[in-house]
Protein backbone atom coordinates (compact mmCIF):
# COMPACT_ATOMS: atom_id res chain seq x y z
CA UNK A 1 0.00 0.00 0.00
CA UNK A 2 1.12 3.50 -1.18
CA UNK A 3 0.58 5.85 1.76
CA UNK A 4 -1.31 9.06 1.07
CA UNK A 5 -2.39 11.80 3.38
CA UNK A 6 -5.52 13.98 2.39
CA UNK A 7 -6.22 17.41 3.39
CA UNK A 8 -8.45 19.69 3.27
CA UNK A 9 -12.46 19.03 3.19
CA UNK A 10 -15.26 20.48 5.49
CA UNK A 11 -18.81 21.86 5.52
CA UNK A 12 -19.83 24.68 3.21
CA UNK A 13 -23.03 25.98 2.21
CA UNK A 14 -24.58 25.55 -1.92
CA UNK A 15 -22.44 27.77 -3.87
CA UNK A 16 -19.51 27.73 -2.05
CA UNK A 17 -15.87 26.07 -2.80
CA UNK A 18 -13.77 23.67 -1.05
CA UNK A 19 -10.54 22.35 -1.61
CA UNK A 20 -8.34 18.78 -1.60
CA UNK A 21 -4.93 18.16 -1.60
CA UNK A 22 -3.41 14.73 -1.35
CA UNK A 23 0.35 14.04 -0.84
CA UNK A 24 1.99 10.72 -2.15
CA UNK A 25 4.22 9.91 0.83
CA UNK A 26 6.73 7.69 -0.70
CA UNK A 27 10.30 8.73 -2.28
CA UNK A 28 9.56 7.67 -6.11
CA UNK A 29 6.04 9.59 -5.94
CA UNK A 30 6.63 10.88 -9.72
CA UNK A 31 5.83 7.20 -11.54
CA UNK A 32 2.13 7.26 -9.72
CA UNK A 33 -0.98 8.15 -11.24
CA UNK A 34 -3.36 9.91 -8.39
CA UNK A 35 -6.93 10.29 -8.48
CA UNK A 36 -9.91 11.85 -6.59
CA UNK A 37 -13.02 9.52 -5.78
CA UNK A 38 -15.78 10.44 -3.79
CA UNK A 39 -18.94 8.30 -2.36
CA UNK A 40 -21.43 9.99 -2.20
CA UNK A 41 -25.10 9.26 -0.66
CA UNK A 42 -26.96 6.19 -2.31
CA UNK A 43 -24.23 6.11 -4.91
CA UNK A 44 -21.40 3.68 -6.09
CA UNK A 45 -17.94 4.77 -5.81
CA UNK A 46 -17.16 7.59 -8.30
CA UNK A 47 -13.75 8.68 -9.94
CA UNK A 48 -13.93 12.71 -9.70
CA UNK A 49 -10.57 13.71 -11.28
CA UNK A 50 -7.41 11.58 -12.56
CA UNK A 51 -3.78 13.22 -13.14
CA UNK A 52 -0.52 11.05 -14.16
CA UNK A 53 2.74 11.40 -14.22
CA UNK A 54 3.66 13.90 -16.64
CA UNK A 55 0.96 16.07 -14.85
CA UNK A 56 -1.65 15.56 -17.45
CA UNK A 57 -5.32 15.82 -15.07
CA UNK A 58 -8.65 14.89 -16.31
CA UNK A 59 -11.68 15.65 -14.28
CA UNK A 60 -14.89 13.52 -14.46
CA UNK A 61 -17.81 14.75 -16.89
CA UNK A 62 -20.58 14.98 -14.12
CA UNK A 63 -17.73 17.95 -12.20
CA UNK A 64 -16.16 19.75 -14.97
CA UNK A 65 -16.71 22.99 -15.03
CA UNK A 66 -16.92 23.45 -10.90
CA UNK A 67 -13.61 20.89 -9.34
CA UNK A 68 -10.28 21.62 -11.21
CA UNK A 69 -7.68 19.28 -10.43
CA UNK A 70 -4.16 19.96 -10.12
CA UNK A 71 -0.72 17.73 -10.11
CA UNK A 72 2.49 19.46 -8.56
CA UNK A 73 4.85 16.74 -9.19
CA UNK A 74 7.44 18.64 -7.47
CA UNK A 75 5.56 18.38 -4.28
CA UNK A 76 3.97 15.01 -5.01
CA UNK A 77 0.81 16.43 -4.67
CA UNK A 78 -2.53 16.10 -6.12
CA UNK A 79 -5.20 19.12 -5.56
CA UNK A 80 -8.26 19.61 -6.23
CA UNK A 81 -10.58 22.65 -6.04
CA UNK A 82 -14.35 22.25 -5.82
CA UNK A 83 -16.58 25.48 -6.69
CA UNK A 84 -20.40 26.14 -6.85
CA UNK A 85 -20.94 22.94 -4.46
CA UNK A 86 -24.05 21.22 -4.75
CA UNK A 87 -25.81 19.13 -1.62
CA UNK A 88 -25.14 16.30 -4.14
CA UNK A 89 -21.71 16.81 -3.63
CA UNK A 90 -21.42 16.27 0.57
CA UNK A 91 -19.89 12.49 0.76
CA UNK A 92 -16.39 10.83 1.76
CA UNK A 93 -13.62 12.17 -0.80
CA UNK A 94 -10.63 9.57 -1.05
CA UNK A 95 -7.60 9.96 -2.96
CA UNK A 96 -5.81 7.04 -4.88
CA UNK A 97 -2.89 6.07 -6.34
CA UNK A 98 -1.81 3.76 -8.94
CA UNK A 99 0.95 2.38 -10.43
CA UNK A 100 -0.28 1.95 -14.29
CA UNK A 101 -3.85 2.44 -15.95
CA UNK A 102 -5.25 0.79 -18.86
CA UNK A 103 -7.83 3.01 -19.71
CA UNK A 104 -7.12 6.77 -18.07
CA UNK A 105 -9.51 8.43 -18.88
CA UNK A 106 -11.75 6.00 -17.24
CA UNK A 107 -10.26 5.54 -14.02
CA UNK A 108 -9.24 1.58 -14.67
CA UNK A 109 -5.35 1.53 -12.98
CA UNK A 110 -4.09 -0.82 -10.43
CA UNK A 111 -4.40 1.55 -7.89
CA UNK A 112 -2.43 0.64 -4.64
CA UNK A 113 -2.90 2.88 -2.13
CA UNK A 114 -5.98 4.87 -0.52
CA UNK A 115 -6.43 7.67 1.79
CA UNK A 116 -8.15 7.71 4.61
CA UNK A 117 -10.75 9.97 3.33
CA UNK A 118 -12.09 13.19 4.13
CA UNK A 119 -15.92 14.50 4.54
CA UNK A 120 -17.32 16.99 2.24
CA UNK A 121 -20.67 18.34 3.40
CA UNK A 122 -22.74 20.44 1.33
CA UNK A 123 -25.81 22.14 3.00
CA UNK A 124 -28.70 23.71 1.03
Known amino acids: QVPLVESGGGSVTAGGSLSLSCVVA????????MAWFRQTSGKEREGVAI???????IDADSVKGRFTSSRDNGKNIMNLIMDNLEPEDSGMYYC??????????????????WGQGTRVTVSS
Open 96 to 113: AAADYCWVFSEFQCNWVG
Open 26 to 33: VSNYRTYS
Open 51 to 57: SDSSGRT
